[in-house]
């Protein structure tokens, strides 16, 4: 996993309310043997006019132009800045997949479906909850500032406008320290790979036959 | 010292760290892969820039989308695109990082658990995990063998670990000998059937008594590969001779020097004399007759002479709600003979029932007979390239097509209907794999477990018979 200490990303709105996990990433694409690649399919009933299909390719596909993330002032944005209960609905991973996979790497909304915001960390996201005021004033913030960014710091727990107003925000200790470092279940159980490695020469020593490579 | 169980002492063999929330870090000795669901596995990796741990670790072959069929034209042959692309990417995976790989073409390609043991791939004393829930059937030689999902897989080829928590011990015991033409299937049936397909929930079950120590490793293979039907993930027998002369000479086995220092090692791969369980479970081998399931969970079995359970006579409004259930999406009536189902289909394999012993068990049975007119259909698929081998080299396979069965290339095939081979809705099949669930081999498809000789006889029969009516 990808670590995440801090970053100052462009900010894209998505000004609704329960946005589900079918609206992020539509059920046909589920059947990939991937978990790269869904960005393309990011909101893919709001981006494009069409029916998408899963193997399709998206260029020439008719674009909707109203729809944010199709708009040139926010093109590279990181920072999704969402409204209530976002990524309600199932529990499938491939919307933080394909979140993740377009290039975000944090979504503030004042709250979270759990299974999602469980889901966001796994997969190097950071979710961050604000109050629906302080919500309220940054969609007006992006609305009236063409590039406007945010600067999340996850160790001082912070996020920051442009002009120098910050918000602090919480995060669980364990999580935080999982993406501070990078660290997902793999990554915490590297941490003791020279247990590992002790483990395997005593048992290489003890059951080399464990160990043989094959003759076939 | 304390005295430990079989399962004591290969969770302590493995341990490499014990946490302080409980949970521990075990070593895994070897990772069998497939299809289905290894791919989002290797893109983990992939995306993370992991390496495997340790490569020669693994082991993978294809088996759930393979077709039966031709396959002359190899991966691109097979007929529906998610399926080939399933199996093309594991052949991309394997070719990328280095894993030993059946592929199609392989002879030595066929169903994980049946491959793993024919090579000498798992061994006793060995932990072995796959992204599948039947990997009990490696407990069989005295391995901790257990199924793991799609994320562990990952964690497996990245660390060589797997996080567990230490299960409880169950012992389940068959005293006594087994009459003449009780299968190692009729036995694991038997057990399920008495307690349960939750019974085993929380436990790694050890399979011992007169009656196990007597089957053949195929036999045993087959009790371990439904261990997880009953609610349990692992399922072991001890070793012994038998286990030791299956082993021996195969192709990843330990050879010359480093075989006698293995054999020594093995010979401590039992319970304690005295070893105490958290539970234990009799039954009298002399009991068992051959079993059929009749409803749409493996704990719905009887023997073949009984009659299908009558509602009416259930006290328990859960149980006979579920009998109800059962029988109407099966279609039948209660208190109608068993022997009075009347089927569509026979299916003869998976990797419960596809080994050599159980297709000479079922060629014995059909020999010179023909399979009933009002039969749709009787597929024999092999576990593996080596076992169609082997029974072509028997003759095998012209007794099952003599008789009007159909002889396939090897593959999971119509045990989960992933591939082309399924049934059609509302029809009966006598089907020697591991799960009789709703739509299991079909939408709308009606599965009866039995042995390898029981699937054979119904074959010719048409409906279920005693097979030792057959044998006589
Ligand atoms: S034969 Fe059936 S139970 Fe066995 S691995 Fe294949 S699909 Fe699973």
């Not at chain 2, 991966?75 to 894993?99: H, K, M, Y």
């Not at chain 2, 994320?151 to 011990?169: C, G, P, R, Y």
Request: one cysteine or more.
């Amino acid at each position: 996993m990808r670590k995440f200490t801090e970053m100052n990303g462009v900010v894209a709105p998505m000004d609704r309310a329960n946005v589900d996990t079918d609206m992020i990433i539509p059920k046909q694409f589920l059947k990939s043997i991937k978990r790269t690649g869904f960005g393309k399919n990011l909101f893919d009933e709001l981006r494009y006019l069409d029916e998408g299909k899963p193997d399709q390719s998206c260029e020439g596909r008719p674009i909707n132009e109203d729809f944010v993330l199709n708009q040139a002032r926010y093109a590279g944005s990181s920072v999704l800045l969402a409204r209530q209960n976002f990524g309600c609905g199932s529990s499938r991973e491939h919307a933080p997949w394909a979140l993740e996979d377009f290039g975000f790497r944090v979504i503030i909304a004042p709250s979270f479906a759990d299974i999602f915001f469980n889901n966001c960390f796994k997969n190097g996201l950071l979710p961050i909850v604000l109050d629906e005021a302080i919500v309220d004033r940054l969609f007006s913030d992006v609305a009236q500032t063409e590039g406007y960014s945010l600067g999340v710091d996850l160790i001082k727990q912070q996020v920051t406008t442009p002009n120098g107003d910050s918000f602090r925000f919480d995060v669980d200790t364990f999580r935080k320290h999982c993406l501070v470092n990078g660290l997902d279940d793999i990554g915490v159980t590297l941490e003791d790979a020279s247990a590992i490695k002790s483990y395997e020469e005593r048992r290489r020593k003890s059951a080399p036959w464990l160990f043989a490579s094959s003759n076939a | 010292m304390a005295t430990k169980t079989l399962y004591d002492k290969l969770w302590d063999a493995h341990l490499v760290k014990q946490r302080d929330d409980g949970s521990a870090l075990i070593y895994i000795d070897r990772q069998l892969l497939h299809e289905v669901t290894s791919p989002q596995a290797f893109e983990g990796l992939r995306i993370a820039g992991r390496q495997p741990w340790r490569i020669d670790a693994n082991l993978a072959t294809p088996d759930h989308n393979v077709p039966t069929t031709d396959r002359s034209k190899g991966v691109q042959g097979i007929a529906d695109p998610v399926s080939r692309i399933q199996v093309q990417t594991l052949d991309d995976n394997c070719d990328e990082f280095g894993i030993v790989e059946f592929k199609m073409a392989d002879k030595r390609q066929g169903v994980v658990h049946v491959v793993g043991p024919e090579q000498g791939a798992t061994l006793p004393g060995m932990t072995v995990v796959c992204g599948d829930s039947h990997t009990s059937t490696h407990g069989a030689f005295g391995a901790l063998a257990h199924g793991i999902g799609t994320s562990e897989v990952e964690h497996v080829l990245a660390t060589q670990t797997l996080i567990q928590k230490k299960m409880k011990n169950m012992l389940v015991r068959v005293n006594g000998k087994v009459s003449q033409g009780i299968t190692g299937k009729d036995i694991i049936l038997a057990i399920i059937g008495k307690i349960g397909t939750a019974g085993g929930t929380g436990y790694a079950i050890e399979f011992g008594g007169e009656a196990i120590q007597d089957l053949s490793m195929e036999g045993r293979m087959t009790v371990c590969n439904m261990a997880i039907e009953a609610g349990a993930r692992a399922g072991m027998i001890a070793v012994d001779q038998t286990t030791i002369d299956y082993v021996k000479g195969r192709p990843f086995s330990p050879k010359g020097a480093m075989w006698d220092k293995a054999v020594e090692a093995w010979q401590d791969l039992k319970s304690d004399a005295d070893a105490e369980f958290d539970k234990v479970v009799e039954l009298n081998g002399l009991d068992i007759q051959p079993q059929v399931t009749w409803g749409t969970s493996p704990e719905m079995v009887l023997p073949v002479s009984a009659k299908v359970p009558n509602p009416a006579h259930e006290q328990d409004a859960v149980i006979k709600e579920g009998i109800e259930r059962a029988l109407q999406y099966m279609g039948l009536n209660a208190d109608m003979p068993i022997s009075d189902i009347q089927l569509d289909r026979v299916f003869i394999g998976s990797c419960t029932n596809s080994r050599i012993e159980d297709l000479r068990a079922a060629a014995k049975i059909v020999k010179g007979r023909t399979v009933a007119a009002s039969l749709k259909q009787a597929l024999v698929v092999p576990g593996s390239g080596l076992v169609k081998a082997q029974a072509e080299q028997e003759g095998l396979d012209r007794i099952f097509i003599e008789a009007g069965l159909e002889w396939r290339e090897p593959g999971c095939s119509m045990c989960l209907a992933m591939n082309a081979d399924k049934l059609g809705q509302g029809e009966h099949c006598a089907s020697t794999s591991n799960r009789n669930f709703e739509g299991r081999q079909g939408f709308g498809g009606r599965t009866h477990l039995v042995s390898p000789a029981m699937a054979a006889a119904a074959a010719i029969a048409g409906h279920f018979v005693d097979v030792r009516e057959f044998t006589v």
